[in-house]
């Protein structure tokens, strides 16, 4: 296909919301943090939207939040942080009654 006749169909799909965005793959090991680690909490029901913005929006250097997840079981919410040392995932907890972390030792993106 010619690049013109690509980009139109990239565009048609766009604006069909086929498409919906993009993301960059982010070597995390030259840019900051790379400890990956999921943190799943059990938090006060009334409580969670202050405390779920409150971690998305954190303003610590060592720690990126990449993704917050409301969950519907034994956890309330999992985060999905990046954090420069295992003892960084402390400074997430204010305000969670319960947590469990898990660690990620690898990640498969599927394409």
Same mark, same amino acid.
């Given at each position: 296909?010619? +690049?013109?006749?690509?980009?139109? +169909?990239?565009?048609?799909?766009?604006?069909?919301?086929?498409?919906?965005?993009? +993301?960059?793959?982010?070597?995390? +090991?030259?840019?900051?943090?790379?400890?990956?680690?999921?943190?799943?909490?059990?938090?006060?029901?009334?409580?969670?939207?202050?405390?779920?913005?409150?971690?998305?929006?954190?303003?610590?250097?060592?720690?990126?939040?990449?993704? !917050?997840?409301?969950?519907?079981?034994?956890? !309330?919410?999992?985060?999905?942080?990046?954090?420069?040392?295992?003892?960084?995932?402390?400074?997430?907890?204010?305000?969670?009654?319960?947590?469990?972390?898990?660690?990620?030792?690898?990640?498969?993106?599927?394409?």
């Amino acid at each position: 296909m010619a +690049r013109p006749a690509i980009h139109k +169909r990239i565009e048609n799909h766009e604006n069909q919301g086929i498409i919906i965005g993009y +993301r960059a793959q982010v070597n995390w +090991r030259k840019v900051g943090p790379c400890i990956r680690c999921l943190i799943f909490t059990k938090i006060n029901g009334g409580n969670f939207d202050n405390i779920a913005n409150e971690s998305t929006i954190v303003d610590i250097p060592e720690i990126t939040v990449e993704e !917050c997840h409301r969950l519907a079981g034994e956890w !309330c919410m999992v985060l999905k942080v990046r954090i420069t040392t295992p003892e960084d995932t402390t400074k997430l907890l204010e305000g969670v009654m319960e947590s469990s972390t898990t660690f990620v030792i690898l990640t498969i993106l599927w394409h």
